[in-house]
């Protein structure tokens, strides 16, 4: 789904006219990247948490050059669903 | 101390950014935390610009597929969050001026860990759910080891023995979470030849400094920076070796828990550090810590105020003879850019 897609569902589900949703999601997101980029933890209960954590550095080694990297420890977004998420995807039909 | 935010506060956040009532805003964040688990159950991906995709896929060989219709046997999904490029960049900040580095043949550096072109994924982050069964486990974290054989690249997750505080951190908060992952922790030793691992580890840094400033240089006003003679002719000649073991440093701290200093006719950074610190080549942290105030290390305005950062955020210990080396290193290859 994609997000127009998305924001027609919500704005259906909130009664609300499409620039409206739009525009409140579009500050939805930018405080949940304001609040993770200054590194807190966003937890939802019922939902899960948005959380930061620091990938350390390796080397990646190239076997056919033979050549080793250093690649540089990064700061990555990580999401955990919590329970009551995860039973609602169990519901999925496959 | 990290902070936590929960939906309340998301929602007063919330309301204010989007000049909304705080009613509104919690009936607006209820119902998009209730939509994306319901979209996922029809759809298998849900994109939201800016912030990132939710997808869902079928883990599954031929014979899971085969075995979940002939056995009534568990089907899993992957559930993956990735973020959007735009949030990826702005979360990594820090290390955004990092690049990757080739290391000479002669380098090796047994404490951190290898990883071949192939093995590098993105899936570690990967949640399994289990579907298809009337009692299915409470927890997803319950036996990973068990369906490794079916499923080992979700599973994977690799760290290396790198052992700053932060990553200790950030790695007993993920044992903690209950959710399946797999870790790989490969351990060596580090043995009678951590003083030269050291020496060598601190020249790494080198590489990552040298390769990742590029900024302008600009001649200021007032008082020049007075680098001692003895700093100037140091030479560098471990240039080509890399590899800190800990010197990659992330500022968590808010600008409010720094001490703050303002620069007094005739003195240095190297005259605070040594204040501080109780050593004068920890100066070139005081110059990163305000680095985007200072554009030349030796030339900084008298009245200026400076960012004293915590001993934490940097390698910073006047007891410790290589964390003095290596910040004598890197203030060499700071002044070196503006010779």
Redesign the interface.
């Given at each position: 789904m994609t997000t127009e897609d998305f924001i027609t569902e919500l704005s259906k589900q909130l009664s609300l006219d499409l620039p409206k949703t739009s525009e409140i999601l579009t500050a939805a997101v930018d405080v949940i990247k304001d609040k993770l980029s200054e590194g807190a933890c966003i937890t939802v209960e019922g939902f899960g948490t948005f959380d930061t954590e620091k990938k350390p550095e390796y080397i990646l080694v190239k076997q056919e050059e033979q050549q080793q990297f250093l690649v540089p420890p990064k700061i990555i977004v990580v999401f955990k669903p919590d329970s009551a998420f995860i039973e609602k995807i169990k519901e999925k039909e496959v | 101390m990290?902070?936590?935010?929960?939906?309340q506060q998301?929602t007063l956040?919330?309301a204010k950014?989007?000049d909304?009532s705080t009613q509104?805003?919690e009936?607006?964040?209820k119902?998009?935390?209730?939509?994306?688990?319901?979209?996922?159950?029809n759809?298998d991906?849900?994109?939201?610009?800016?912030?990132?995709t939710?997808t869902?896929t079928?883990v599954s060989t031929k014979e899971a597929a085969l075995n979940a219709k002939e056995n009534n046997t568990p089907?899993w999904?992957k559930?993956r969050?990735s973020?959007a490029e735009?949030?990826?960049n702005?979360?990594?900040?820090?290390?955004s001026h990092?690049?990757?580095?080739?290391?000479n043949?002669d380098?090796s550096?047994d404490n951190?860990?290898?990883?071949?072109?192939n093995e590098?994924d993105e899936t570690s982050?990967d949640?399994l759910?289990?579907?298809?069964h009337e009692n299915?486990p409470?927890e997803?974290a319950e036996a990973p080891a068990e369906k490794t054989e079916k499923l080992p690249e979700a599973f994977e997750e690799?760290?290396?023995t790198?052992t700053?505080t932060?990553?200790k951190t950030?790695m007993e908060?993920?044992e903690n979470?209950g959710?399946e992952k797999h870790k790989k922790k490969k351990r060596k030793p580090i043995a009678r030849w951590m003083p030269i691992l050291g020496t060598v580890a601190v020249a790494?840094v080198l590489?990552?400094f040298f390769v990742s400033e590029q900024r302008n240089q600009q001649a200021l006003k007032n008082n020049p920076e007075k680098v001692s003679a003895k700093a100037i002719e140091t030479k560098t000649s471990q240039a080509n070796l890399?590899?800190?073991t800990d010197s990659?440093q992330?500022t968590?701290e808010t600008p409010e828990e720094n001490e703050k200093v303002k620069l007094s006719a005739g003195k240095t950074l190297r005259m605070i550090a040594l204040e501080k610190f109780g050593n004068r080549e920890f100066w070139v942290y005081i110059y990163y810590k305000n680095k985007d105030r200072i554009k030349n290390p030796n030339i900084i305005p008298e009245g200026i105020e400076l960012t004293i950062p915590n001993e934490s955020e940097y390698d910073i210990d006047a007891s410790n003879p290589q964390s003095i080396t290596k910040a004598k290193l890197l203030g060499d290859i700071e002044l070196k850019k503006f010779r």
């Amino acid at each position: 789904m994609t997000t127009e897609d998305f924001i027609t569902e919500l704005s259906k589900q909130l009664s609300l006219d499409l620039p409206k949703t739009s525009e409140i999601l579009t500050a939805a997101v930018d405080v949940i990247k304001d609040k993770l980029s200054e590194g807190a933890c966003i937890t939802v209960e019922g939902f899960g948490t948005f959380d930061t954590e620091k990938k350390p550095e390796y080397i990646l080694v190239k076997q056919e050059e033979q050549q080793q990297f250093l690649v540089p420890p990064k700061i990555i977004v990580v999401f955990k669903p919590d329970s009551a998420f995860i039973e609602k995807i169990k519901e999925k039909e496959v | 101390m990290k902070e936590e935010v929960n939906l309340q506060q998301l929602t007063l956040l919330l309301a204010k950014h989007a000049d909304i009532s705080t009613q509104d805003a919690e009936t607006f964040l209820k119902e998009f935390f209730t939509t994306i688990p319901n979209i996922l159950l029809n759809e298998d991906l849900l994109e939201i610009k800016d912030f990132g995709t939710f997808t869902l896929t079928q883990v599954s060989t031929k014979e899971a597929a085969l075995n979940a219709k002939e056995n009534n046997t568990p089907t899993w999904l992957k559930l993956r969050f990735s973020p959007a490029e735009e949030l990826k960049n702005r979360i990594n900040k820090p290390f955004s001026h990092f690049e990757c580095v080739l290391l000479n043949k002669d380098v090796s550096f047994d404490n951190l860990t290898k990883v071949t072109e192939n093995e590098e994924d993105e899936t570690s982050e990967d949640i399994l759910i289990e579907i298809g069964h009337e009692n299915t486990p409470e927890e997803i974290a319950e036996a990973p080891a068990e369906k490794t054989e079916k499923l080992p690249e979700a599973f994977e997750e690799k760290e290396t023995t790198a052992t700053t505080t932060y990553e200790k951190t950030a790695m007993e908060k993920a044992e903690n979470t209950g959710l399946e992952k797999h870790k790989k922790k490969k351990r060596k030793p580090i043995a009678r030849w951590m003083p030269i691992l050291g020496t060598v580890a601190v020249a790494a840094v080198l590489i990552f400094f040298f390769v990742s400033e590029q900024r302008n240089q600009q001649a200021l006003k007032n008082n020049p920076e007075k680098v001692s003679a003895k700093a100037i002719e140091t030479k560098t000649s471990q240039a080509n070796l890399t590899i800190p073991t800990d010197s990659f440093q992330q500022t968590t701290e808010t600008p409010e828990e720094n001490e703050k200093v303002k620069l007094s006719a005739g003195k240095t950074l190297r005259m605070i550090a040594l204040e501080k610190f109780g050593n004068r080549e920890f100066w070139v942290y005081i110059y990163y810590k305000n680095k985007d105030r200072i554009k030349n290390p030796n030339i900084i305005p008298e009245g200026i105020e400076l960012t004293i950062p915590n001993e934490s955020e940097y390698d910073i210990d006047a007891s410790n003879p290589q964390s003095i080396t290596k910040a004598k290193l890197l203030g060499d290859i700071e002044l070196k850019k503006f010779r």
